[in-house]
């Protein structure tokens, strides 16, 4: 991505056709560049002037009038607007609870500048906080690359800042569900292992006792089913540490399947699990690991409120084809 773009600056007088349209749809119809969406929020941040004053996005042209419009800020910031489609569990006027699928980046980084969470945001939502910076906006968590369920957004900074601080107290209740490669010894345990920087590989963590880069990290697990070789088991994290449920569940000897940082594959195939018959459809190439409820404080009512997210068909088939073919007895 590089740096911020040169401002554009458009100057459009309503003609006759255009009498009596809102605002925002003439400079859809005029600008088609850009999104509705994003035109929106131009209106909202005084970017667009109609006869040289400001005006709601609903405002009905009238003939003759000359509209002055600046670019929208998501492109003078930096974050390119996409038409991708979003999953969205729940809206109101505070923020956005997002079904983030796998394969998709949270926001902008080196060697994914495109098809992120925030770009697809930005085209749908006209306002976003801007706490986190000009490359996050509304962005109050994330989640792996490809661990995909529940992620907050929030619309204004002051939600945002509400929000991050219920992260900050470990306030917000956070469950995970996760297929691990083996079966943890206990049936429920809390890991506490500090997370530090790895020793010579800049994309992993390591468990790190006593260094610079150490903070504390605990995770309860409880199994939920055991299979021949893999288990189902619900993931609680009390911390919020990067990679922390992959590492620690790696760290008892049963790393979430297909990991490839922390489990050694990075694919399953059909076949790997109804043994005995050749089959190399691939299950499953991303980490089974699920963001399937989240607990908090709405900062606007002051009431908890829930948001689960189902989950998804790649996992879901796997676990259909492990309670067939890798049962336990009863």
Known sequence: ??????????????????????LDAYLADQLPRYSRVQLQRAIHQSQVTVDGRTVKASHRLTAGEQVLVQAPEVLRCGIRAEPIPLDVLYEDDALIVIDKPPAMVVHPSRGHWQGTLVAGLAHRFAELSQVGGTTRPGIVHR?????????????????????AAQFERRTVQKEYLAIVSGSPELDRDQIDQPIGAHPYQRERKAIRRLHATSREAQTF?????????????????????????RLHLAHIGCPVLCDRLYGGRAQITRGEIVQGREDDQVLLDRQALH?????????????????????????QEVLRLLHTHRALPA
């Open 221 to 245: 697990y409880e199994v939920e089913q055991r299979f021949r070789g893999f288990a189902r088991v619900r993931v609680l994290p009390k911390t919020g540490r990067t990679h922390q449920i």
């Open 143 to 163: 989640l792996d690359r490809d661990t995909s369920g529940v992620i907050v957004v929030a619309k204004d900074d002051r939600t945002h800042l509400m929000l």
């Open 1 to 22: 991505m590089s740096g911020e773009p040169s401002r554009e600056t458009r100057e459009l007088r309503v003609d006759s056709a255009a009498v009596g349209m809102r």
């Open 291 to 315: 963001a399937q409820r989240l607990k908090l404080v709405h900062p606007t009512t002051g009431l908890p409120i829930e948001f689960v997210a189902p989950l998804p068909p790649d996992m």
